[in-house]
C-alpha cells in the first residue's frame, strides 16, 4: 500500500487525469502528469508535469523515478513504453489490458472468447477486403479503424455500396473492421473497479446517449430494458476484467437490444459515462481507480439519489456556464480547457433528484 503523501504519476493529462488528481489530492496524495501538451487540464491540478512525448524513453525513466506508482487516463500509450515503466515502478492497469483495448479487433475476440456477443463484424485490411466484409455481413454497417478510434474518430458509415470508397478514403485506409450496424434501444456501460487482491466493485449502470458519436448524456436509473440486462453485462465485465489481471477502473460499453445484450467496446480506465459517480454515488469513479492504484480498500458504490443525469458540455455549450454556475442544482465541472472547439469535452453537468 501506498501511504498518503506519496506520488502518483498519470499518463495523459486530460479531465480524466485532471479529476483522478482532484480525488487523489483528498486522499492526500500528490500527482505528477506525463503528457506532450504544454498546459493539459490535469496539469494545472497536479503537483508536476513532465511535457515529453510518450515516446521519449529518458523522459519516461526520469518520470518513473519521480512518482511511486503510475496509472493511465489515456490508452494509447504505446505498450512497449509501459512495459518499460512496468521494470521500473507499479503500472496499473498493466499493459495487457491495453494491448486488448487499443486494438478493436483484439477487444471482440476477446470478449467473444469469453463468451459475449458482439455487433457481427469483419477485419478489413484492404479496399478489397472492404468489398468481402461487406459482401458478408452486409448493409448498412460502419467501418471503425482498429486503433485511436474515440469520440466517433475513424468511424465512417456505409449506407450503400456506393459508399464503400468515400468510408475507405475517410478512415485514411488503415486496418480496420468492419461492422454490421445493430438496432440497439439503448447504450448503456458497466463501471467497475478493480482492485490488485482481485476484489471488485461496480457502479449502478447508466443509459448514454450519444449524439454524433460524442457522448452527450449519461442518466440513472436506466429503462427497463437496461436494467434487465445489468447484471449479464457486469458479469461479462467482470471477467473480463479478471482475465486482463486488470487493476483499476474498466469501464464496457454495451448495446441493449430487444434480444440481448451486445458488447461494444472497452476503455481500461475511468470513463466519461462515470462522471456522475462524482455526487450519485458513494464513492466515485475517480477515488476508486486512485484507491486500486495505491492499494486502499474500495469504497461502496450505490446511488446518493434516486434520479442522477450528467450531460456533457461539448464545444460551444460551455459558453452557458454564468448560467449553469448560478443554478444551484447543477453541479458544474469546468476541465479549464482554452478554447471551445466543435466536438471538444469542455466540461459537464450534473443533477441529482
Ligand atoms: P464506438 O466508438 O464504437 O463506441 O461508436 C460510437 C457510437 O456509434 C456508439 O456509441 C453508437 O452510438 C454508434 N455505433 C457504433 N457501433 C455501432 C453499431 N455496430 N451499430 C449501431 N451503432 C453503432
Avoid at 486522499?27 to 511535457?51: K, M, N, Q, W
Avoid at 484492404?126 to 482498429?146: F, H, M, V, W, Y
Avoid at 469513479?285 to 480498500?297: D, I, K, M, S, T
Avoid at 450505490?302 to 454556475?325: C, E, K, Q, S, Y
Amino acid at each position: 500500500m501506498l501511504a498518503p503523501g506519496g506520488t502518483i504519476g498519470i499518463l495523459g493529462g486530460g479531465q480524466l487525469g485532471r479529476m483522478l488528481a482532484l480525488a487523489a489530492a483528498e486522499l492526500g496524495y500528490r500527482c505528477h502528469i506525463f503528457a506532450p501538451e504544454d498546459d493539459p487540464p490535469a496539469a494545472a491540478v497536479s503537483a508536476a508535469h513532465t511535457r515529453a512525448d510518450y515516446g521519449d524513453a529518458a523522459a519516461m525513466t526520469a518520470f518513473a523515478a519521480a512518482v511511486d506508482v503510475i496509472t493511465l487516463e489515456w490508452e494509447n500509450v504505446d505498450c512497449a513504453a509501459v512495459r518499460h515503466l512496468a521494470g521500473l515502478k507499479p503500472v496499473h492497469p498493466g499493459a495487457h489490458s491495453l494491448e486488448v483495448a487499443q486494438d478493436r479487433m483484439a477487444e471482440k475476440q476477446f470478449v467473444e472468447w469469453l463468451g459475449g456477443r458482439t455487433a457481427p463484424w469483419a477485419q478489413v485490411d484492404s479496399r478489397a477486403g472492404l468489398d468481402a466484409a461487406i459482401a458478408q455481413l452486409g448493409l448498412p454497417a460502419i467501418l471503425k479503424t482498429r486503433r485511436f478510434g474515440y469520440d466517433g474518430k475513424g468511424q465512417a458509415r456505409i449506407l450503400a455500396a456506393g459508399d464503400a470508397d468515400a468510408a475507405w478514403e475517410a478512415i485514411g485506409g488503415q486496418p480496420a473492421i468492419l461492422e454490421a450496424m445493430v438496432d440497439f434501444a439503448h447504450e448503456y456501460s458497466v463501471i467497475l473497479c478493480r482492485a490488485a487482491d482481485g476484489t471488485m466493485v461496480d457502479w449502478p449502470v447508466p443509459v448514454n446517449v450519444h449524439k454524433g458519436g460524442i457522448l452527450a448524456t449519461s442518466s440513472l436509473p436506466a429503462p427497463a430494458l437496461v436494467r434487465r440486462q445489468a447484471a449479464e453485462a457486469a458479469a461479462l465485465a467482470r471477467t473480463v476484467a479478471e482475465k486482463l489481471g486488470h487493476v483499476g477502473v474498466l469501464t464496457c460499453e454495451f448495446f441493449a437490444c430487444r434480444d440481448g445484450l451486445r458488447f461494444n467496446e472497452m476503455a481500461p480506465r475511468v470513463h466519461n459515462s462515470g462522471h456522475w459517480t462524482i455526487e450519485g454515488s458513494h464513492t466515485s469513479q475517480f477515488e476508486n481507480h486512485v484507491r486500486a492504484v495505491v492499494g486502499l480498500p474500495l469504497r461502496p458504490t450505490g446511488l446518493v439519489a434516486p434520479r442522477v443525469t450528467m450531460t456533457n458540455l461539448i464545444g460551444d455549450d460551455v459558453a452557458d456556464w454564468p448560467r449553469l454556475l448560478a443554478d444551484p442544482d447543477a453541479h458544474v465541472h469546468l476541465y479549464g480547457k482554452g478554447e471551445a472547439r466543435p466536438g471538444r469535452k469542455m466540461g459537464h453537468v450534473t443533477r441529482l433528484g
